[in-house]
């Protein structure tokens, strides 16, 4: 999953997650994505922000208390989609997460999604830092 910084035709910035650029396109196209401000579906594309360098106060999704209660359950059911998918095509990095998430935020490695597990201790040290990390749930394979 991708965090794209977005912007109207009017000028304003605002966020939205989405599977893939592609799938950014395809809803941006199909006149899915509108600016929560003016309501405008011409949206361009900012440079995009990796999920893994946002702090946990940004990444809440955009929305707008205007937006319809239908609306709100698309987003948070795009974002539950986005997520399992986040889950399946990040690299398990198993035990070493936390030393791969920080390496990654400080530029160690390039920039990638990762998953695996964390103790409850090493995920508290990654947000203080700053480190996003997301609780996903085991999948039953991964428990084996
Ligand atoms: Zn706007």
């Known amino acids: 999953m991708i965090v794209l910084n ?3 035709s ?3 910035h605002f966020e939205g997650w989405f599977a893939s650029a592609d799938a950014f396109t395809e809803q941006s196209e199909a006149a ?3 600016c929560p401000t003016c309501n405008n579906a011409e949206i361009m594309r900012l440079p995009v922000a990796p999920m893994v360098r946002r702090r946990a106060a940004e990444i809440t999704p955009s929305s ?3 937006d319809s209660a239908e609306r709100a359950l698309v987003q948070q059911t795009l974002v539950q989609q986005t ?3 986040l889950a399946a095509d990040a690299d398990d990095v198993g035990d070493r997460f936390a030393e791969e998430a920080r390496r990654i935020h400080y530029h160690e490695i390039p920039e990638r999604s990762i998953r695996g597990q964390a103790t409850l201790h090493e995920t508290h040290a990654l947000l203080e830092e700053g480190i996003v990390v997301l609780p ?5 394979e991964d428990l084996n």
């Open 6 to 8: 977005l912007t109207c």
């Open 10 to 12: 009017g000028g304003h």
């Open 32 to 34: 899915l994505v509108v």
């Open 64 to 66: 707008s208390s205007r």
């Open 83 to 85: 997520l399992a998918r």
């Open 136 to 140: 996903l749930p085991a999948k039953k």
